[in-house]
């Protein structure tokens, strides 16, 4: 089966910082993946080498098995793309720019787009001016979504949409894959995306460092506990649990990060009398850090992150 | 209806430009036509020219014999506020056309669809010809119906073929513009490079005649091939035509070539 998306050594290099480098990556056909990296990483970067906006500085790619230069139109035909800046021609309606990208397109299932519509509750005939940015996304994913794409390229889709909207989206995408079809969701949250992707791919400073399933990543993901004891404990019962890591212990507080399960270190607090666990959510960036990450940048944003969390 | 594809949806987008500048190119040399006589009566033209020398030169009226509403005409309108309309007309709408979907962003969205660059730029361009025509063909109206109302004879020949080569001096100071912005996808470097090209090239044709040495340059300018022949007199000079639709279309070439080559801005 071909791949849906497959690149090999792709890199596009800027200057100094942003860009990709000598990404291998392949997308498997009638999955939702998702492509997730901190901000300014090169999601987008990747995106827009795929669809040829930009173009790369050296190694190769195909997307749903052609090229993605040589045989641009025959790709275009076959995919859609929500932009991460998405910007619309904002002097239309809602209902005037699905039919220019319809007719630019050329076979949209009038009912099926009207279906999309409803469902996600846009007023197609409002200026696209005057929505407000989860509005403006949803004319976004209609028009991604009414060509019944075999490939959907979706940039940071879920910015700005509210939980009923989210929902639906999720619905969309499960749907396209039970249709066989493909979904590639960039994002730099990795809960907006866990409970919807099969695979994530993990991205930073422009390196592909990792493909794993979601399941494996949950497995190494950590979690920030803070638990407040009745009194004092002794920090060494709990310094050899496993996955227990960065250990303090202040006036009957422990505060440590765990990898993977935190079943052994609640069990262990739970000989003690414990007045409250608060779990504090672990981003992108830090399992990045813990799992992958060193040098300047990382340390430097680690600093931001623990000063954060402190205030 | 105007929105099946690039072209129609640009001819939309250009439908309040085009119309204003119709409407006042139009109403202006309708203006004159009807208004032609009474000049004529209250002063003479020809013999204030005479008095002004080479400034008359700068100011583009050196030929043109103002005893007639035709020579009126050129030297009133043909000579500067026309071209200069329709030029700014051009370039300003053509150096909007990729460089203003890319700072916009909506390059992305359109470009993910089955349409290539080459279709976009093409199609947009398509666009500022219709655009362009309807200008000149309104004007034509007006003036031909301008000079039914004042009785003085306009032979509508000639000022169709003064048109013919003011769309050309548009399009080929326009296609410079799309040029510009679709290698480098800044609008405003477009249209001021144009403008100031149009301007140098304004006053090399205007003054080769005055100042010595600028003779042999004056084959660089756009409106030795407008105007130089005169079509208000003689009729359309389908060499000097020729050489503005080459420009026109070379420039559009490299429009095409230098926006498919070029990473376009995020």
């Given at each position: 089966?071909?791949?849906?998306?497959?690149?090999?050594?792709?890199?596009?290099?800027?200057?100094?910082?942003?860009?990709?480098?000598?990404?291998?990556?392949?997308?498997?056909?009638?999955?939702?993946?998702?492509?997730?990296?901190?901000?300014?990483?090169?999601?987008?970067?990747?995106?827009?080498?795929?669809?040829?906006?930009?173009?790369?500085?050296?190694?190769?790619?195909?997307?749903?098995?052609?090229?993605?230069?040589?045989?641009?139109?025959?790709?275009?035909?076959?995919?859609?793309?929500?932009?991460?800046?998405?910007?619309?021609?904002?002097?239309?309606?809602?209902?005037?720019?699905?039919?220019?990208?319809?007719?630019?397109?050329?076979?949209?299932?009038?009912?099926?787009?009207?279906?999309?519509?409803?469902?996600?509750?846009?007023?197609?005939?409002?200026?696209?001016?005057?929505?407000?940015?989860?509005?403006?996304?949803?004319?976004?994913?209609?028009?991604?979504?009414?060509?019944?794409?075999?490939?959907?390229?979706?940039?940071?889709?879920?910015?700005?949409?509210?939980?009923?909207?989210?929902?639906?989206?999720?619905?969309?995408?499960?749907?396209?894959?039970?249709?066989?079809?493909?979904?590639?969701?960039?994002?730099?949250?990795?809960?907006?995306?866990?409970?919807?992707?099969?695979?994530?791919?993990?991205?930073?400073?422009?390196?592909?460092?990792?493909?794993?399933t979601i399941a494996d990543l949950k497995a190494r993901a950590l979690h920030r506990l803070e638990i407040d004891f009745g009194g004092p404990v002794d920090a060494a019962t709990f310094s050899n649990l496993p996955g227990v890591r960065d250990l303090a212990v202040t006036d009957g507080t422990l505060r440590c990060t765990v990898m993977g399960s935190v079943d052994a270190l609640i069990k262990a607090a739970a000989r003690f009398e414990v007045h409250n666990i608060r779990s504090i959510d672990t981003s992108l960036e830090e399992i990045f850090m813990a799992y992958y990450g060193s040098g300047e940048a990382a340390d430097k944003t680690a600093a931001g992150e623990a000063g954060h969390v402190a205030a | 209806m105007l929105l099946r594809n690039v072209f129609t949806k640009t001819v939309r987008d250009l439908r309040w430009p085009t119309f204003w500048v119709s409407l006042g190119c139009g109403a202006m040399t309708g203006y004159f036509a009807i208004l032609f006589p009474t000049y004529s009566k209250l002063f003479d033209l020809n013999s204030m020219l005479e008095k002004m020398g080479p400034a008359a030169k700068l100011l583009g009226a050196s030929m043109g014999d103002a005893s007639t509403l035709i020579g009126f005409l050129h030297i009133e309108l043909f000579s500067m506020i026309l071209p200069a309309a329709l030029v700014a007309f051009a370039a300003g709408t053509a150096s909007g056309f990729t460089a203003g979907e890319e700072s916009r962003g909506t390059i992305d969205i359109l470009l993910s669809y089955p349409v290539s660059r080459r279709r976009v730029v093409l199609e947009k361009w398509l666009a500022v010809v219709l655009a362009s025509v309807v200008a000149v063909v309104v004007l034509w109206v007006f003036a031909i119906g301008g000079a039914a109302i004042s009785a003085s004879p306009l032979p509508p020949d000639l000022l169709g073929a003064a048109l013919v080569m003011l769309v050309l001096l548009g399009l080929a100071f326009g296609d410079i513009a799309l040029a510009i912005s679709a290698a480098t996808g800044n609008r405003g470097a477009a249209i001021g490079l144009t403008v100031a090209l149009m301007v140098a090239m304004y006053l090399v044709d205007a003054l080769?005649?005055?100042?010595?040495?600028?003779?042999?340059?004056?084959?660089?300018?756009?409106?030795?091939?407008?105007?130089?022949?005169?079509?208000?007199?003689?009729?359309?000079n389908m060499g000097d035509a020729a050489v503005l639709a080459a420009v026109a279309a070379l420039f559009l070439a490299l429009a095409v070539v230098a926006f498919e080559r070029r990473d376009l801005a995020a």
């Open positions: 089966m071909t791949a849906a998306i497959e690149t090999r050594g792709l890199t596009k290099s800027y200057g100094r910082s942003r860009g990709i480098v000598d990404v291998d990556l392949v997308v498997e056909a009638g999955q939702i993946f998702g492509f997730l990296g901190p901000n300014g990483a090169g999601k987008s970067t990747m995106i827009r080498l795929l669809l040829d906006l930009i173009r790369p500085s050296s190694g190769e790619a195909w997307v749903l098995g052609l090229d993605i230069h040589r045989d641009r139109l025959a790709i275009d035909r076959r995919i859609s793309y929500v932009p991460g800046e998405l910007s619309l021609y904002s002097e239309l309606t809602g209902r005037q720019l699905l039919t220019y990208l319809g007719n630019l397109h050329g076979h949209v299932d009038a009912a099926y787009r009207d279906s999309l519509i409803e469902r996600l509750e846009l007023d197609p005939f409002k200026r696209i001016k005057t929505l407000s940015r989860g509005n403006k996304q949803k004319v976004g994913l209609v028009a991604a979504f009414m060509i019944r794409p075999e490939l959907l390229m979706l940039d940071e889709p879920t910015a700005g949409l509210d939980p009923f909207v989210q929902l639906e989206f999720e619905r969309l995408c499960e749907e396209a894959r039970s249709g066989g079809r493909t979904v590639f969701i960039s994002s730099h949250q990795l809960p907006e995306v866990e409970h919807l992707c099969d695979r994530v791919g993990i991205i930073r400073e422009g390196k592909l460092l990792a493909v794993e | 080769s005649s005055v100042v010595d040495g600028l003779g042999a340059i004056r084959p660089l300018s756009f409106f030795r091939y407008y105007m130089g022949d005169d079509p208000l007199r003689n009729g359309l």
